[in-house]
């Protein structure tokens, strides 16, 4: 694990919520996009929850792994949302356009309510 960066994976009402903490930039993306990954595969349909309550800050690499994550998890047919921004994180988002891409919420139980409930046969 980078050093100043952590994260944890809980599951929650069927959606796996990734908690991340520290700094996301070039030091720690790879790490993040590892966690990302694991958070998608462990749901299927992939339903996560990114709660980013932790991060006061993102880069462009940061942003370039949740941006893969995203369309990973729709790709496969499933969804991946933020929340809790850190309001320097949701500046980056909207200078940048990406506050229309992702879905975004201010606690996790409204993420985990806003996600698609899968479909059971």
């Not at 790879?30 to 349909?45: F, K, M, N, V, Y």
């Not at 942003?63 to 047919?77: C, F, Q």
Request: net charge negative.
């Amino acid at each position: 694990m980078q050093p100043g960066f952590s994260w944890v994976i809980t599951p929650s009402r069927g959606a796996a919520v990734l908690t991340l903490s520290g700094e996301l930039d070039i030091a720690t993306a790879p790490e993040c996009g590892r966690c990302l990954t694991e958070a998608i595969a462990s749901t299927q349909p992939a339903r996560v929850v990114v709660d980013m309550k932790g991060v006061e800050f993102c880069d462009s690499s940061g942003l370039s792994v949740l941006v893969t994550a995203l369309s990973g998890a729709e790709a496969s047919g499933g969804d991946l949302v933020l929340c809790e921004l850190h309001p320097r994180v949701q500046r980056v988002l909207d200078v940048t356009g990406l506050s229309r891409r992702f879905r975004s919420y201010g606690t996790v139980q409204e993420a985990i309510a806003a996600l698609p409930r899968p479909i059971t046969s």
